[in-house]
């Protein structure tokens, strides 16, 4: 069973930058597709920003200026750095790592918390 786990949360001022870092212990196959999504309280989770395998991003509206995301293949990581963060960007961030072909799986972290004050 693969272990992800994400790192680099944390309390920034509005205007502030954070790096987030995700872990998966285990095997993980070419084609999939990893990526960050975020849950504020009392919100649905919704998806921050996705890279495959391959290298192709794709972007929530709200994130696609601000926000970069990267993935290291050779071991396993997922990276996000985020730019001039605002309070909106407060939530529980998740990583994710999924692959729709044989063997399929779909692996969550447990979240790192964001909190952006004014």
């Known amino acids: 069973q693969v272990q992800v786990m994400e790192s680099g949360g944390g309390w920034v001022q509005s205007g502030g930058s954070l790096r987030l870092s995700c872990a998966a212990s285990g095997r993980i196959f070419s084609g999939d597709r990893s990526g960050w999504y975020r849950q504020a309280p009392g919100k649905q989770r919704e998806m921050v920003a996705t890279?495959?395998?391959?290298?192709?991003?794709n972007y929530a509206d709200s994130t696609r200026d601000r926000f970069t995301i990267s993935r290291d293949n050779r071991k396993n990581m997922v990276y996000l750095q985020m730019n001039n963060l605002k309070p909106e960007d407060s939530a529980i961030y998740y990583c994710?790592?999924?692959?729709?072909?044989?063997?399929?799986?779909?692996?969550w972290g447990q979240g790192t918390q964001v909190t952006v004050s004014l």
């Open positions: 994710n790592f999924k692959r729709l072909m044989t063997p399929t799986y779909d692996y």
């Open positions: 890279v495959t395998s391959g290298g192709t991003t």
